[in-house]
Each structure stands twice: as C-alpha cells, then as structure tokens.
C-alpha cells in the first residue's frame, strides 16, 4: 500500500457549522427560482399523496395483522404443510408484502420526479 | 472456538484496507462512493444494519417470549420502507450525514444541532451495549469464560480494529459483511433443519409445554437466579450429589451448574412463561395482557426508529444523489426479508432442542449453542464456529458503524475540535460502552436495541419527517418536540430498566413507550410551530429537497464541493 495523503470526509453541512460564521440562520438563506419554486411545490405535493398511500397500506398490513390475529385464535389451529397459519402470516406473509410496496412507492416517487418526456439516460 | 472470530476480522481488515486503498486519494463518501451501485449500497446498508439483535436477539427473544418475537424483524425491515417512502431522498439532497447536520441545514439553528447530539448518543449508547453484551455472552458460551471476560475481550476486538483503522466508512466492507452474514446465518439454519430429524421438526412446529425434563439436564446459571419449585425435585448442584429439593424458593447462583433429573418438573422463573406453553404459542407479543397493544407498540418503535439511526444515515450519504438513495432503501427491503425468515427456525428448534435456557437466562445465545446439541461431532463444533463468526461480524459491523456515529457528534457537535481528536473518541466511547455492558447481561439484546428504535422513532422521526415535508417546522417547535420525545422515552425507559419492570398496562406504557411517545412528540412539535413563525426561508428550505438533483440547477448542490483537506 503506497502511502496517500488521507483525506477528511466531513458532510457539506459540517464543513459549514465548522467554517463559523452563521449564527441563527443558515451562510446563505435558500431560495428557489419561481419556476423552480412551482415546480418543487407539485412534486412535494404528489410525493406527499403517494407516500401516504403507501404508509396507510403499510399501517394497514401492520396494525391490522395483530389484530385478526387476536381476533381470530382459531388460525393457530389451521395448519399449512404442517406449520400453523399464524405462525406464517407473522413469519413470511410480510416479506413479499413490503417488497411489493417498496418497488410501488419507488415506481411512483420515480415517476413523478422525473416525468417521461423529461426522462434520462442514466439510472 | 475462540478463533473462529480470528478470520472473520483478518478478512474484515484486508477488505478494509484493500478498500481504503482503492480510494483513498479521495474521500469515499463524496467522490468514489458515487460509482457504487443502489445495490451495492443496499447491501452495504443491510450489512450495518443487521446488528446482534437480528443474528441473535431475535431468536433469543422467540425462546423467551414466544412466538409473539416474530414480529421485531417484520418490525426492522419495514422501517425501510418508511425510510423510502419520506426520508431517503429528500435527506440525501440536504447533505446531511447525521441529523444534527439535517438540523443545520433545515432549521439553521446550532442549539438544535448540538440537542440532536446528545440524542445521537442516547440512541448510539442504548444500541451499542446489547452489541457488547451479546457478544460477551457468545464468548462466554463458547469459549467457557466469564461473562465479562466475553466483554472485555469483544471491547479489545473493537478497539484494536479501529486503532488499525480497519473498516473505515468502505461500503464494500459492509456489503461484504452482509453476504457473509447472510450465508453464515442460512447455511446453518438448513442444515439445522435437515439434521435435527422428523420428530424435531414434527415438536418444533407443535410445540408442548416444558414443564418436565425429558432428559437429565444440565442448566448453568450464568446469572443469579430465583427459582420457585412447586413440587420435589431431583437435582444435583454443582456437581454434588442428587438431592430431593422440598417446594420453595431457591436462589440459583450465577456460575453453578444444577443437574436436574429425567422427568422431574421444570421451577418457575420470574413471570416468564416457560416455552412451548399456549401463551407462549400465540403470534403476539404480550407481556401485560394486552397483546395487541404490545405488538403495535414494538411496531411502531422499529418502523418509524429505523430512520433516525445514526450509523444507517450515514450510509445513505453513500448513494450518488437522491434518486440513489431511494432506490437503496428499497432494495434493501428486499435483502433483510431474505435475512429474516431465517430467525423464527432458530427460535423454534432452540425451544424444543434448549428450553433450558430460558431457566438460565442465556436465551440470546440460543442460535450460538443449537449446533453442539444437534450433533457432538466436529460438524457441529464447526456450525458452532460457523454461526460465532457470523454473530461477531454482526456485533463488530454494528459498533464500529456506531462508535464512528457518536465520535462524530462528541467531536463535531458537542465539542467541535481538530479531526485529530476524532481518532481517539471512538476508543473512548468503546470504552464507556464495555462499562455499560458490564452490569447489563440480564437485559435481552432484542429489547434494548427496541429501546434504542424507541428513542429515535420519539425524537428524530418527527424532526425529520416535519422538517421534509412540513414548511411550518420552526426551531423552537422542533427543539420542544424532541426534548418531549427524548424524556418520554429514554427517560421512562430508563425508570423501567432501574425500577424494574410494573405489572398490566404500565408495563406496555413505560417498558415500550413508542405507542404514545410517538404521536406525543409529534403534536407537540406541530403544537409549538403552529404557535410560531417560521423564517422566510423556511419554505424554500423545505421545497428545495424534493427537487432532483439533476434538474435542480442551482438548488440542493452545496455537497458537490470538494471536500476540506486536513
């Protein structure tokens, strides 16, 4: 190993706070360009929708569960290849649930930040 | 046995330093890191994340508590799918590794900054000593030794490792430390499985109540323990000879061995329920009688927790833009599914083949001790070695990752000094960890690591998901909400872990505050804004993190900077 200067990883912000000089507000305060500004105000808008709609399936899957499974002691005795039906909605039933939400809700914030005719080439 | 873990750090380090070297003329972070894949990064991610409590606590706790524990890994990964879905973006647009730094950059505002600080290192410590004590109670088991020598040695481990600047913040370490978590913990678990024989299998998935000993078995308290025994029981103590034991309460000391004879009946411990029994088989988490409520409240710690540990925010500053880092938090969805169907077997086979353990209070070692009791010939000694290395690439992928976050804000938020003093910040924060772990071997990995989501998922998830996605946040609404989120979890954690643990309801409200400490620090953060103004800017602030990177312009591209030299 060639002996290489090292090199000190501190995040933008840090870097910031530790050059001083700000106090109370940030070194300079963000601004937006109006286009800018309208446009960020739609996606924040949509981003919002969808996230919720996802976190309400999520809450749905996760508070609901538990409470069918109380509800419902009679699955502990329905018995899938040998394994009870409860065990397995708590232990694999949940899984492919959240893959499934994960890759809808990466498809939607994809979509929305960058519209199709607007599209580029990189992933 | 103990050197089992010897290869584990020689690779951890050689990747290390491979790694460090590949890029070292610039900073991982910023520069080199923007080549790696969402993929890569997930990896790396995942590998940080899967903690002690996921290689062992989790199925620990399904030995203790029952079938209920199936619900924290559900808990852990589905965090990142709130992750996704509100923080990874919009945080990685900020620039900020830590939120203390997202305080800075959203709120402007270094009282804040240095709040969140300290919360960095109530969430790093709580997370930080079950790593210790889990992996002094492998070693323990393993090597034979005491527990405490188990903590000292995995507190040299630590230290040496960071003093050899092993495993800086290289992603493909992390990445590597999953693959080989991921195989060390599922080549076991399958070969568990189609070793143990079909009446194992045909027990563990119809469990019965251990209240007998079926064989002669040896228990070694490694604690001291009460004993209550309901009727005579043959046993022999320290190797003694077999007594008959009259109805009563008997203190177990820790380091003895009792031998109790083949059909005699199982004492009580405590208000656990022993394994097995119908309680113990139900899918819910109940420790009080209200079973619905427990298992929410775990939820709700782990789901919304997972966003404000500081050693996985870090890792998110590792994707090249926004767009990266969201698709990171997905994938990883995907990888720790894969890891956690593999807990459950462990807890199930550990309580047919090891109910013991829960009479010794060793139940976090249960994935450790499964091997030997399977098969006593040198393919059982190496899964044992096997599932050792794994546990302790788990415990050393955490700490390390942990260590560096609470260094970070001792040096950069709290006291902000030269980098200097960083390098030696992480040694002594593993030391106060190993003084922490000392006592604490009674405490289950799995719950204190849910306490530590508890303290994040009260503080740092509503500072970031209103700062995100509320313009309205102002300073001193974020800074109440997360000072009421800080004392109505660790505070009332804290009182729970000292005073001991209250009966019914209480047990939920101060063992697992989650369920109201959430939405409390949430109202009170929305409560005070509302009294408030926020700056002109605030909006500003705000919309500029949901914009792309690529077609900002000039908005959200203050990390393309070249990065200060030292």
Not at chain 2, 381 to 405: D, I, K, N, P
Not at chain 2, 530 to 558: C, F, K, Q, V, Y
């Amino acid at each position: 190993m060639t002996r290489q200067r090292r090199i000190a990883v501190t995040s933008p912000q840090t870097r910031l706070a530790l050059a001083g000089g700000r106090r109370g507000v940030p070194p300079a305060p963000p601004h937006l360009a109006p286009a800018d500004a309208e446009r960020a105000r739609r996606i924040h808008r949509r981003q919002l929708r969808y996230a919720l709609i996802v976190l309400g399936l999520l809450a749905a899957l996760l508070l609901g569960l538990p409470v069918l499974l109380a509800a419902a002691p009679w699955l502990d005795e329905v018995r899938f290849a040998g394994i009870p039906v409860s065990w397995l909605a708590v232990a694999v039933l949940p899984y492919p649930v959240l893959v499934a939400l994960a890759w809808c809700q990466l498809r939607w914030a994809e979509r929305t930040e960058r519209p199709p005719r607007r599209a580029r080439g990189r992933g | 046995m103990i050197f089992a873990i010897v290869p584990v750090l020689l690779i951890t380090l050689l990747i290390g330093a491979r790694g460090v070297a590949a890029m070292r003329t610039t900073s991982d972070f910023l520069v080199a890191s923007r080549r790696i894949s969402p993929t890569v990064n997930a990896a790396a991610v995942s590998g940080e994340y899967l903690s002690a409590a996921s290689f062992l606590g989790v199925a620990g706790l399904v030995v203790k508590d029952g079938v209920g524990a199936f619900w924290y890994p559900v808990g852990f990964a589905a965090g990142y799918i709130v992750m996704l879905a509100l923080v990874a973006a919009p945080l990685r647009r900020t620039g900020a590794l830590t939120v203390p730094d997202f305080a800075e950059a959203r709120l402007g505002s270094p009282v804040l900054r240095r709040l969140a600080a300290v919360v960095v290192l109530v969430i790093g410590f709580l997370y930080l000593v079950p790593q210790f004590t889990a992996a002094g109670q492998v070693l323990a088991v393993v090597g034979g030794s005491p527990y405490w020598v188990g903590v000292v040695i995995a507190g040299a481990a630590v230290s040496i490792t960071l003093a050899l600047g092993g495993m800086r913040a290289a992603t493909y370490v992390q990445a590597f430390q999953f693959a080989l978590k991921l195989v060390l913990f599922i080549v076991p678990a399958i070969w568990l499985v189609l070793h143990v024989g079909p009446s194992t299998r045909a027990n563990a998935l119809e469990p019965v109540e251990f209240t007998r000993f079926p064989a002669a078995t040896q228990v070694q308290f490694r604690l001291d323990t009460e004993l209550t025994i309901t009727e005579p029981t043959r046993v022999s103590i320290g190797g003694g000879p077999q007594q008959v034991l009259p109805p009563g309460r008997y203190e177990a000391h820790a380091g003895t061995t009792w031998v109790f004879d083949a059909g005699a009946a199982v004492p009580q411990v405590g208000a656990g329920r022993p394994p097995g029994g119908r309680e113990w088989e139900r899918p819910l988490l109940d420790p009080g009688g209200y079973p619905v409520l427990a298992t929410w409240s775990v939820l709700i710690a782990t789901v919304f927790g997972t966003m404000g540990l500081p050693h996985i925010l870090v890792r998110f500053h590792t994707s090249a833009d926004g767009h990266g880092a969201r698709r990171t938090a997905a994938i990883t969805v995907g990888l720790l599914g894969v890891f956690y169907l593999f807990p459950p077997i462990y807890g199930l086979l550990g309580a047919v083949l090891l109910p013991e353990l829960y009479l010794s209070g060793g139940t976090d070692t249960v994935v450790v001790a499964l091997p030997a009791r399977v098969d006593q010939s040198w393919v059982g000694s190496l899964f044992t070695a096997l599932l050792t290395a794994g546990a302790f690439a788990a415990f050393l992928a955490t700490s390390l990752g942990l260590l560096l976050a609470v260094s970070g804000a001792i040096s950069h938020d709290l006291v902000p000094g030269t980098l200097r003093r960083l390098r030696f910040t992480p040694l002594g924060a593993a030391a106060v960890a190993v003084l922490l772990a000392l006592p604490a071997a009674r405490v289950d990995v799995g719950v204190l690591v849910t306490s530590a989501f508890a303290v994040a998922a009260s503080t740092f998830c509503p500072l970031l998901v209103l700062g995100i996605w509320w313009p309205r946040l102002t300073t001193q609404g974020a800074v109440v909400g997360v000072v009421v989120g800080l004392i109505s979890s660790a505070g009332v954690i804290g009182v729970d872990l000292f005073l001991g643990t209250p009966p019914g309801l209480l047990a939920i409200v101060l063992g697992q505050p989650a369920l109201w400490s959430v939405p409390l620090a949430f109202a009170t953060m929305v409560l005070v804004s509302l009294r408030g103004r926020p700056p002109a800017w605030a909006a500003a602030a705000m919309l500029r993190l949901h914009l792309d990177e690529s077609e900002a312009g000039s908005a959200a591209t203050d990390d393309f900077r070249p990065p200060r030299m030292s």
